[in-house]
């Protein structure tokens, strides 16, 4: 596997007979559209070719709202372990909430392509934000929990779901040791039907960690309580942030050295972002939001606003600024540089695999280098 950065001057053709790849399987593998425009620093996955048959050894899944569309999640398939449904919500009394869009298609989708759906369960308030007075309802009362729990198990049986991910945040410091216990309790429960249960755990670096979104979250108990878990390790850059990356490695890597600490590292899948962020400047707190991009998008804007794709060594991000209606902009977002770096820890620490926040936009490169870098020859 090696990634070429475009140079200036470069063309398709031209790196296409520096790489020895046909200039159609550079094309496809970087989904560049005619007329086939490249930005001076764009990083391009070039896949060497692999004769003998294999299959991936990673635990690969992602989130994704029903509202997908149906050609993405199609091309995203074949690379996925699991398809996360996002998502369920419940109401204080412990009934469940279905999403408001019809999520059977892409269950029945997932399962004729071999991949497992997986009821996503958040407590998501009427607003579309995480409420944790939802949360202290359901933990603080069995009652509750038992009917939750009830009427989650019908609904997989029923819908045909083949697993429980439980993605709960800003829970409350009060309810940490109950939240664990919701979390054992329907894992108890859901592992009797043969249904695994995960949970989705905030980006934390130590177990005393200030801050809202962190102390609701204790590592080894959640470790212990799930049958896996996914760490969050994206959202440094926000769209209500100043502008940064959104996964710098350095960050990522201080939650997984905490991690492995708490939590067995066969059960740790690492999150990864699949969007990036334009952020106009200046950055003014409380004021500014950026608008939500995908890795596509940013290159065509550098390529459109002709700028220069630069990366952050230290964050192994890529980035870059450009000027629209006299106002600067800058983006962070994932390229094949910096996926390899998660793709990296994810081996130095042997984890068991990659969660993808989210799947609404297919980026080929990323699961060609995941194939490559995690096959096993048969």
Known sequence: MAIYVVKEGDTVDIIGAATGIPVETLLRDNQIEYPYRLAVGQALYIEEPYPNPYQPSLFSFGYAYPFISSRVLKDTLPYLSALYVFSYGFTEEGNLVYPASDDGWMIREAREAGVRPVLTLTPLGADGRFNNNLVSALVRDEAVQQRLI??????????????????????????????AAFVRKAR??????????????????????????????????????????????????????????????????????????????????????????????????????????????????????????????TAQSPYFRYWQYGIQHEVWFEDVRSIKAKFNLIQEYDLLGAGYWQLMNFFKANWLMMDEMFRIVS
């Open 150 to 179: 009830w009427e989650l198990g019908r609904t997989l049986q029923e819908r045909g779901f083949e697993g429980l991910d439980i993605d709960f945040e800003y829970v409350l410091a009060e309810d940490r040791e109950r939240f």
């Open 188 to 313: 108890q429960v859901m592992n009797l039907f043969g249904y695994p249960v995960t949970a989705a755990l905030a980006p934390k670096t130590s177990a005393g960690q200030k801050g809202l979104l962190y102390e609701g979250i204790d590592y080894r108990l959640l470790g212990e309580a799930a049958n896996s878990v996914m760490l969050m390790t994206y959202e440094w850059g926000y769209s209500q942030g100043p502008p940064m990356a959104v996964a710098p490695i350095h960050m990522v890597r201080r939650v997984v050295e905490y991690a492995v600490t708490e939590i067995p590292r066969e059960k740790i899948s690492l999150g990864i972002p699949n969007y990036g962020y334009d952020w106009p400047l200046p950055y003014e707190r409380g004021v500014t939001r950026a608008k939500t991009i995908n890795n596509r998008e940013a290159v065509q804007i550098a390529i459109d606003y002709g700028v220069n794709i630069r990366f952050d060594e």
